[in-house]
């Protein structure tokens, strides 16, 4: 339930579609923004709650443990394209290792030790190719490039294109920014 605001209140609901693809992975994208402002604006009006009943803190006191004792901490954030993980080890009080694993790094992994493809390539299965070309090499991959970008707009800026079909091979990479930088 959206509440009234510049449109009236309304009622916005999800279904789980029965086939994936770009446009469905880009739909459910757009209704991922009503469902998390409207939890922003209810937080938001928790605080206020808060705020009149002086149950807030601006900070919590902290002191870094500085014993010998190896400590490991880790964190989780559900980003716009996938889950981001921060992984820290912290050894007398210094931090001895730190990693982040980004969205990317898990969509767009190689396929695992069980033959098991990657979120990307999964979903570039199958794809029909809509784009026509009058030789192999003319083709620019841009349903490909379609699909891929719906998980990650950055993504198509670093793909590469490997045809055979014909018993001719062409890997290139390609480069269709979408952000207008390579005008």
């Given at each position: 339930m959206l509440p009234k605001g510049e449109y009236p209140e309304t009622v916005v609901e999800w279904r789980i579609p029965e086939e994936w693809n770009a446009f469905e992975r880009n739909r459910g994208r757009a209704y991922c923004i009503a469902y998390t402002a409207a939890v922003a604006l209810d937080n938001w009006v928790m605080g206020l709650e808060f705020l009149k009943q002086g149950k807030t803190k601006v900070s919590t006191p902290f002191t870094i443990p500085t014993d010998r004792k190896v400590r490991l901490g880790i964190g989780f954030w559900g980003a716009g394209r996938g889950?981001?993980?921060?992984?820290?080890?912290?050894?007398?009080g210094l931090i001895s290792n730190y990693q982040i694993i980004t969205p990317s790094t898990w969509c767009a992994s190689p396929r695992d030790p069980f033959g098991q493809p990657g979120p990307y390539e999964e979903a570039v299965m199958n794809t029909p190719i809509l784009e026509e070309a009058e030789k192999p090499e003319d083709l620019t991959g841009i349903d490909i490039l379609r699909v891929i970008r719906s998980f990650d707009p950055c993504m198509p800026c670093t793909t590469h294109i490997f045809l055979d079909g014909t018993g001719l091979v062409i890997t290139r990479e390609v480069n269709t920014c979408a952000c207008g930088l390579e005008d």
């Open positions: 889950y981001l993980t921060h992984h820290l080890v912290a050894e007398r």
